[in-house]
């Protein structure tokens, strides 16, 4: 049974983590959007893809560093009950740190249970919306990314396409040449103005609007003229070959089955990784974040920055070299989690975290 003083510290854990984790979601927002933007206007995304490439980053950004919200949200609050001399009280009231590793626990036990969830079903989701959507960028950078004032061959039959200029927001092509030879008969399309067809799927289809198109055979005085206001014709063609299927995409089933493959065991391992440094983060917050009463809150925020990034880089880093073979399969990124351990243990010793379980008399609390 949870005492009152545990369901109050873990009230203000949950309260703090969503603060931290709003403040990071806009930050994240900015970057993916400043990224996006910078595709944008280089004619790699349509700009309609916009919201929706903004969104699902942001998505997957969050997940990725819910892990840090977790930790600066046990560190602010512990720093807080710190400076108030609270959790002096709670100690002399009788709590020990068992009780409060019971209250970090009851909120990093299902965050670290949902980061899985998150990890092995909507993360991958939101990887494959994200390759389709670079997919279809693919296809309509043929129609809006082409280099204006240049000569290009289409996929589809014999066809040179050519543009002047583009549009001022980029999404339309402006004085438009096509030659196409087709079954012994030259066609030769010009036109005022040209858009991707936006109902053609993942085939490249253009209309183009206010031009004439010549039909005829080479040496033959013999063509045809048709004068259009709107024409839609076939530039390009998808390539099932070349769709994206990255290994972040893969579902757990699949990485399952190739496990002994390295980009998929380093897949597999780091969406297992994450949740559990949700884990190993609330088990050294509470030594790491021990500071005298009256000590400003973010007095050891650089601190457990520091630890972060040490950790992060340890996670990120091993997971690149388990991808590369450098790194046997067996060992995985277990690993990782040794050092965070290990210092936890330094920090526990220190402050006498452990000694009830050697010496059944002693204190079993809180040390200021």
Known sequence: MLGR???????????????????????????VLARVLRDVAVGRIP??????????????????????????????????????????????GGMSFTALYRALFLVAGPAALLLFLLMTLLVPRIEGH?????????????????????????????????????????????????????EGEAQVIVAERAI?????GDSGFLILENGHRHVGVPGSAEFQMLEFERLRIQITEPDPAAARHSVEAMSMAEL???????????????????????????????????????????????????????????????????????IPLALGLWWTHLPILALWLVLAWRHRFLRPFWRRGGADGVTA
């Open 196 to 200: 991707p067809d936006p109902g053609a």
């Open 47 to 92: 700009v309609d893809f916009l919201p929706w490439m903004v969104g699902l980053g942001a998505i997957k950004g969050i997940v990725l560093l819910w892990p840090v919200a977790l930790f600066l949200a046990f560190m602010l609050v512990l720093g807080r009950l710190q400076r108030d001399s609270e959790l002096v009280a709670l100690q002399a």
């Open 5 to 31: 003083a545990e369901r109050f510290i873990a009230r203000e854990l949950v309260v703090t983590q969503a603060a931290v984790t709003v403040v990071l979601l806009l930050v994240i927002i900015g970057g």
């Open 130 to 182: 994200v390759d389709h959507l670079r997919d279809l960028a693919e296809q309509r950078s043929e129609l809006v990314g082409i280099t204006p004032g240049r000569f290009q061959h289409s996929r589809v039959g014999d066809l040179v396409f050519f543009a002047e200029r583009m549009s001022a927001d980029r999404q339309a092509l402006l004085e438009v040449f096509i030659y196409r030879e087709q």
């Open 256 to 326: 399952w089955a190739d496990r002994d493959q390295a980009r998929e065991r380093a897949e597999l391992e780091w969406r297992f990784a994450l949740p559990v440094s949700v884990l190993v983060l609330a088990l050294i917050a509470l030594p790491l974040g021990q500071v005298p009463p009256r000590t400003s809150r973010y007095a050891r925020i650089p601190a457990a920055i520091g630890v972060y990034v040490v950790y992060a880089n340890l996670l990120i880093v091993g997971q690149g070299q388990l991808a590369d073979g450098n």
